[in-house]
């Protein structure tokens, strides 16, 4: 997909085609038939929770061409890698299972919780009803707000959304009494607050998850990872570094040292600019008052497919190399900015200080396309279609001759 939640780990992702020599399930009525027809047990849906199940099968879209989108979100937390690949080649979409998926460890760790958590409740895993926490955290993962709304107001409705399902859960002492399952549920639900919004009281729940699966031995490295990423993208580099130093197996990307620039000016929107091999950052203002600023906000695949073709454009490269500005959301990954940088290094990305700040823009779908002369926005366009559409909304733009 192109929206921003593409950076959340085991949000939502675009389907690969269709594999040769596989007969993927490509629609719900395809699906339907799969469910009614395969035997309890021999199904890699089966190796899911039945909340997981209930979820991955409600967030399935299907489009014209079979599986548009999924959720990784319960997969990569209950399954190994394994399993995962075994369940996304009934939709042709395996290449999507790298590097996802709990050890096998973590994975016995959870059915045992499970299954005190089922015998303290009289039943078994797979009868329990789901507990109250987990139904207002199946109705956290389906419920999406309008997909027209520009994306600050969207992710402030995401976050007034769980606020409302979750905000009571979030008290230490409340914390201290729920089973271990539903704490999970908690800190997944808390990630997903602190993606959208990394403000100081949704960072402050998330750790106070962490801090009582800490206490009860339930974490390991890779459960600080969306912690991590909130520091980083709400800029608290110092606590970030420590947290990385504490917890090594998170393997997260080295943030580059923010040197001081420049006074910056007023008014103007800000972002990261890397240097020194990526090893070094400065805060940079950008004047979108010039008679033309093109501003990309990229870096997904489909916005490296823009830059080469732009690279390899004699009429569109010295466009770009003047007046283009490739920016990428404030949650971006410095690593994925250093891979960039490498390949492009006559269009380097820029990450927002603060999404808030580029408030002209009102997607952050990638790739998409804002022109702005003299400081007014006069056109937008999305998505990456090829080098003759990209030149007529450009011509249409009156950018281009």
């Known amino acids: 997909m192109n929206r921003l939640l593409l950076a959340l780990p085991a949000l939502w992702l675009s389907a690969a085609p269709a594999m040769a020599g596989q007969a993927p399930l490509n629609s719900k009525a395809e699906l339907a038939h799969y469910l009614r027809d395969t035997p309890t047990g021999t199904s890699p849906l089966d190796q899911l929770s039945p909340g997981g199940r209930k979820r991955f099968l409600a967030q399935l879209v299907f489009g014209e061409r079979g599986l548009a989108g999924l959720s990784l979100d319960d997969p990569q937390n209950e399954l190994t890698h394994p399993q995962i690949v075994r369940l996304l ?63 600050a107001e969207r992710f402030a409705r995401i976050g007034q959304h769980y606020d409302r399902l979750f905000a009571s859960d979030q008290s230490p002492e409340h914390m201290h009494s729920v089973s271990p399952p539903d704490l999970r549920l908690l800190k997944r639900a808390a990630d997903r607050a602190v993606f959208y919004l ?17 206490r009860r031995n339930m974490t390991e490295d890779t459960d600080y990872q969306g912690l991590y990423k909130a520091l980083v993208a709400s800029r608290q580099f110092a606590t970030a570094a420590t947290l990385a130093r504490q917890h090594p197996g998170m393997d997260v990307a080295t943030v580059p040292t923010l040197r001081k620039g420049a006074p910056l000016p007023q008014g103007w929107p800000t972002a990261l600019t890397t240097s020194d091999q990526g090893r070094a950052m400065t805060r940079q203002a950008f004047d979108l008052s010039t008679p033309l600023r093109i501003v990309v906000v990229a870096s997904c695949h489909f916005s ?63 790739p998409t396309f804002y022109i702005f002369r003299n400081g007014r926005l006069i056109r937008k366009f999305s998505g990456w279609h090829g080098l003759p559409t990209l030149k007529q909304s450009l011509r249409e733009a009156d950018v281009l001759r």
Not at 329 to 337: C, G, L, W, Y
Not at 351 to 366: I, R, Y
Request: one cysteine or more; aromatic letters at 8%; hydrophobic letters at 40%.
């Open 89 to 151: 080649a009934l939709f042709a979409a395996e290449s999507y299972a790298d590097g996802k998926g709990v050890t096998p460890r973590r994975q016995a760790q959870l059915a045992r919780e499970r299954a005190a958590d089922a015998a303290a409740r009289g039943c078994t895993i797979k009868t329990c009803p789901e507990s109250q926490i987990e139904q207002r955290y199946d109705e956290l993962v389906t419920w999406k707000p309008g997909s027209s709304l520009p994306d």
């Open 198 to 214: 990394p403000d100081k009281t949704h960072i402050a729940q998330l750790q106070g998850n962490l801090a009582e699966m800490q």
């Open 304 to 366: 490296r497919d823009t830059a080469r073709a732009i690279a390899s454009d004699a009429q569109l490269r010295p466009l770009f190399a003047n007046h283009a500005v490739w920016l990428a959301s404030q949650n971006e990954s410095f690593r994925a900015v250093a891979d960039w940088n490498r390949e492009f290094r006559d269009q380097p990305i820029h990450v927002a200080w603060q999404n808030s700040e580029w408030s002209m823009l009102d997607s952050w779908a990638m």
